[in-house]
């Protein structure tokens, strides 16, 4: 059985839309830690782990599709895993899963530092309450 390589490009396309409103909800959780709003920010991390099940569920469906051979599973690795410095592809398919991967990989860069600045500010909100806490 061969990859349906078609397949991979939707399936990785579902997963591109899905790290985009990561990063949509994520600048959402930024402006609620910033006003100090709890609840929404609660609300927001709920849809974020909704996100990421479903970035998760299309590369699991992706790896699925590789569990039929070994050539299956290393075709797929060059498509999905790989350097991207170096990626080509061959048929209009697989340029075209170069390409979301790359959108996907320009996303993702922006969404770890946001990420690292919010890891940050709640870190130092927790240092400021220790302070406090041990002053009493």
């Known amino acids: 059985m061969e990859v349906n390589t078609e397949k991979v490009m939707v399936l990785l396309q579902r997963r ?11 600048k959402e959780l930024e402006q609620c ?3 100090n709003d709890s ?6 991390l709920q849809l974020r782990g909704d996100e990421m099940g479903k970035i998760e569920a ?3 469906e992706i ?13 797929l690795q060059g498509l999905v895993a790989s350097e991207l410095g170096e990626a ?14 790359r959108k996907t990989e ?3 860069e922006g969404l770890r530092e946001m990420d690292e600045r919010l890891n940050r500010k709640l ?9 406090q806490t041990a002053a009493r």
């Open 16 to 26: 591109y839309n899905a790290v985009r409103e990561l990063d949509r909800l994520t």
């Open 33 to 35: 830690i910033g006003r």
């Open 39 to 44: 609840i929404s920010a609660a609300m927001v």
């Open 58 to 60: 299309c590369m699991e």
């Open 63 to 75: 790896w699925q599709m590789g569990e039929s051979s070994r050539e299956n599973y290393e075709y």
């Open 88 to 101: 080509q592809g061959k048929t209009p398919e697989e340029k075209k899963i170069f390409e979301i991967r």
């Open 106 to 108: 320009d996303v993702l």
């Open 123 to 131: 870190a130092m909100g927790k240092a400021h309450y220790k302070n």
